[in-house]
């Protein structure tokens, strides 16, 4: 045994949370997990750029004179870059949330820019494969914080997984209406200006919460669901106020002034969360300085240390993360429990990720081919260019609305009732037969509708699958795993958007050119008008959907028993031993 004397700044320190510094509080809550939880709000809030390609598409396809399959084939390569984030997770595994954030920022503002300068006459019109690479690009460093700050808020919260996936898949959905309300008020109408706006913005919010985001723990954790809620009502509020704006633009005409009034609303409700941050943060310190004596001791005993020592004891540093090498084939095909951690190799050759993967790619890639067209299908059906505006808006609306419902309304059901995720996502793909249907028999004046059944329906199926995929295949190798689920969407999307849509698009207004008895000259792009350019292509995308549905419910019954168990209680019996461990220790943990 042996007695040493603490330094001062030790004594005066927990975790980083100091008590005598008079920045020890605002140190707390720059450090806490409340707070990385509000710059992830912060970094999804803008990271949903890629469901902006019909405020611009049309400006593209003019100025470069596209046809719509090249149109299309832009938009399958956004749609590819977006959901190819194999890459950003098998970073995430060997490198820190910072670096994966860093590297995302790069990637944003590089594609984005150069794609900005050939508009506006910067540098040469590129060649067609030149923008594909572009497009890809950019769409996929939206991957890279999707991955890092997401995926370190889901490991931050496990037990609430499906309600920080929901809520923060929501404010992506949301952040197509943000971003547009914040591009209005900074340049009014000028489209050459929303690219430029998107290779900046979500770059410069990367950019200043780079170091928040890293994998910290949650003190209270009772009271973890009462946050999500008041930042749900937060959310919803703010999708109320977006939504009654965007009714407001398309009947009237905005000032420069009421955009910006508008965009202010808009970012004042996305700092309110903060308050509640800290006051959460004020209620640990409270309990923490209540159970801890007022005064730290001059001395502490430590016990069992080696003669000679003269200092605490350094914390053993965490080896660094690396990825699982190659499973013998034996141990592919003799995968865990469901529910246990499984190696990438083992989930990636898993029935119920073939199951996800054929059902997502016919669910989420007839909803993308609907929002990269809704431009092009608005103007074939008479809908002013205001009009098609707020289309893009409203998907971006209900797209929140339907992830925060998946992930909140989910774990209620699975909570309440043992209800398998998978259910619902069986039941989202048979509703979005619905839209498609609507869309194929062109009711007059139902792209409204269509365009909210869309965007709730492709809102509710991502969250669904990233936390099932979390739940069947463990934590472990989330940030790959979370990855390799969301190959499907740009499978679907070339499938059915480039060779479905854009194709019989294509052939229709080619079919009304040579009726006009006209001839279309080289560059030239093709326009089509009436119900016959999208007519055939959606009844096909309307039949591929409830296959896709019919493929779920295989998966339903597959999980049934696995989600009638109590399927965290691994990590239920971590915190309770992390909250014995902290008992006897001093600070925040």
Known sequence: MQRMTIPESAANTSDGAGRGHPKSFIWQVLTGPWFMLFATLLIMSVNGTSYMFGLYSNGIKSY????QTTLNLLGFYKDLGGNLGVVSGFIYELAPPWAVLLIGALMNFSSYFTVSLAITGGIPKPPIWQMCLYTCFGANSLSFPNTGALVTCVKNFPENRGIVIGLLKGFIGLSGAIITQIYHASFGDDPEKVIL???????????????????????????????FYR??????????????????????????????????????????????IVNEET?????????????????????????GRTSLPEATPNPPRKLDPLSRLGDI????????????????????????????????????????????????????????????????????????????YSEYLLTKYKLPRPAMLAAILLFTCVGHGLLACAVPNSLYITTMIMGFC?????????????????????????????????????????????????????????ASGLTRRAGDPLSCTGI??????????????????????????????????????????????????????????
Request: hydrophobic residues 45%; glycine residues 8%; aromatic residues 10%.
């Open 64 to 67: 470069f004179g596209y046809d």
């Open 197 to 227: 706006l998107i290779a900046c913005l979500p770059t410069a919010v990367s950019l200043v919460f780079i170091r928040v985001i890293r994998i910290t723990k949650v003190s209270h954790r009772v009271k973890e669901v009462a946050i």
């Open 231 to 276: 930042l749900l009502y937060i959310a919803l509020g703010l999708a109320g106020f977006l939504t009654i704006v965007i009714i407001l633009q398309t009947r009237i005409k905005f000032t420069r002034y009421e955009y910006v009034g508008s965009a202010l609303v808009v970012l004042m409700m996305l700092i309110l969360p903060l308050g509640f």
């Open 283 to 307: 209620k640990v310190r409270k309990a923490e300085i209540k159970c801890l004596p007022n005064d730290l001791p001059s001395e502490v005993v430590l016990v069992n240390q080696p003669p």
């Open 333 to 408: 095909l003799r995968p865990p429990k469901r529910g246990e951690d499984h190696s990438i190799l083992q989930a990636i050759f898993n029935i119920d990720m073939l199951i996800i993967i054929i059902s997502t790619t016919c669910g989420v890639g007839g909803i993308l081919a609907v929002i990269d067209n809704l431009g092009q299908i608005g103007s074939s059906l008479g809908y002013p260019p205001r009009s098609i505006a707020a289309f893009i808006s409203l998907v971006s609306i209900w797209n929140f609305l339907g992830r925060v419902f998946a992930g909140f």
């Open 458 to 514: 492709l809102g509710v199926q991502l969250p669904l699958v990233c936390t099932i995929i979390s739940e069947v295949y463990g934590l472990k190798h989330f940030s790959t795993l979370y990855n390799v689920g969301s190959v499907s969407s740009p499978i679907g999307s070339y499938i059915f958007n480039v060779k479905v849509a854009g194709h019989l698009y294509d052939k229709e207004a080619l079919r009304q050119l040579r």
């Open 532 to 589: 016959k350019c999208y007519q055939t292509a959606f009844i096909i995308i309307t039949a591929a959907t409830f296959f896709g549905c019919l493929v779920s419910l295989a998966l339903v019954l597959r999980t049934r028993k696995f989600y009638k168990g109590d399927i965290y209680a691994r990590f239920r019996e971590d915190r309770e031993n992390s909250a014995a461990t902290s008992d006897v220790t001093p600070g925040r943990n």
